[in-house]
């Protein structure tokens, strides 16, 4: 009798998985004032307009960064310019937390 093998996961799951998760926190980045705003209004004082203004600055710096994105992707190619772009909010994460010594 003989065992049938397993088949092999995709060559691409590494690779979607990875532009997923930096989709979801994309998606998070834009969205989380909505479900923050009370502890903002409460904390900051801000006002409805003020709230919506830096929800605003999300969106237009995400806007912005379309342009140099796009040419550096068509200038290297997308497996240079996407590890990067993936790299650098995370870095930028982890120097915040060791600046402001919270774990997280």
Do not use: H, K
């Not at 998606?27 to 605003?56: D, K, M």
């Not at 772009?85 to 060791?98: G, K, Q, V």
């Amino acid at each position: 009798m003989t065992t049938a093998a397993r088949p092999a996961p995709p060559a691409f799951l590494p690779l979607y998985l990875a532009f997923a998760a930096g989709y979801l926190l994309s998606y998070l980045y834009r969205t989380v004032n909505a479900v923050i705003s009370p502890e903002l209004t409460r904390e900051l004082g801000l006002a409805p307009g003020s709230l919506g203004l830096l929800t605003s600055a999300y969106f237009v710096a995400f806007a912005l960064m379309q342009i140099p994105v796009g040419m550096l992707l068509d200038r290297y190619g997308p497996r240079r310019v996407s590890p990067c772009c993936s790299w650098s909010p995370l870095r930028e994460r982890s120097a915040s937390r060791s600046r402001t010594g919270s774990p997280g």
